[in-house]
């Protein structure tokens, strides 16, 4: 608003000493004289607007159009982008290495995050690749000028509670961002509440709010069969489906809308609402962990903490984890992480226990079977590993 107010301000001023100036020189200089200063000031002024229309129209920059990247269709683009994707473009014979393209796109930082976090979810990891490898080729025949509509990305994780879909949507939308698919790649986690109203007029500006704060990144909709109550007419949970139907189709280029919650569950509410389930790329299913790998999983979580499990700890935990595994609200990785933390508060205990002791590193380290054993969890189930060893 101010740059427009002194914009005009400065041209005024401008125009009222052009006008001062030439009424001093009709009246102290001859005619001539005047005719020739007026045409020359005339001229200088021509030229210099001249040169800065030239400039402005092949510098206009957008800032939108600059975080985007440059493709084909893009609704932001500009004389800027233009101008960099036809210099862009390859000629035919030219040939392109992929691996030099995600090198490039730099986003082997990413496969190597999901591989040091994620133990086991090789069909998961898969399928991230198999994504990856879509929009690579995509990003290089765009180098070629070869025109395709944009991939559909959005997807449903279904999986078991602590399966890792969080952490895999999180991967996923800094891959994205880095391939120059989403423009930030930052996840914007939702649920029923964050997105329906309670009452008549609630929903629409509720649902807007969370898909302005998704743009340009992804929005992850946990428990997403939530939003839709079978058989009640009433419910607002449609409206706010209408709405992400009609953002998930008409602005895939600037948001991708992940789906998360239990398979059977996630089926059903595909059963109910066709249009959601015909807007989903792609299914990525976290099959629950098996005992090792929820195993493998704890020593991973210590290794980074730099702790570990005695040998002797390690079959405790072993049994832990099988008679954890058939309670309620098992939660998988994240059942592992709660109860390693709570070993080492109780190893914090036993060392904290005598104080006067003298303790090396490797007893900060190291978990005993103590430390497990201590669980409520053994007091219904007293035989372990270690008793049947002995
Ligand atoms: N395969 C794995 N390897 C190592 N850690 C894992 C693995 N899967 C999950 N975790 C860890 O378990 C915890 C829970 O994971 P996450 O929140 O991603 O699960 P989720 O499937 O989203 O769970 P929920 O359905 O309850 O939201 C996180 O700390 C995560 O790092
Ligand atoms: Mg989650």
Redesign the pocket.
Known sequence: MYGFNVKYIRTSMLLLAALVGLSVAWYSVSRALFLVIFLSVATLVALIALSRNTWSQTHTEDPRAAAMPARPGKKFSTTVTRRRRNAEVLSPETTVSLAEERRTADIEDVFTALDR?????VPVKKKVDEIASLLLVDRVRQRFGLQAPRPNLHMC?T????????????QMADLLRRLGYLEKGHLVHAMRDDLVGEFIGHTAPKTKRVLERAMGGVLFI??AYYLYRAGDSKDYGQECIDILLQVMENDRDKLVVIL??YRDRMDEFFESNPGMSSRIAHHLD?AP?TLN?LL??GN??LDRSSYYLSPEAELAFRDYLTIRMGQPRF????S??NELERSRLRHAHRLAADLEASRSMDDLMRIEPADILASPLFASSPLTAIDRSS
């Open positions: 976090q994620l133990v086991g979810l994780f999986g078991d509670p602590g399966t890792g879909k969080t952490t895999v949507a999180l946990d428990e998360a919650g976290f962990y790998e493998a999983i991973a979580m939660a998988n990785a994240r592992v992480r």
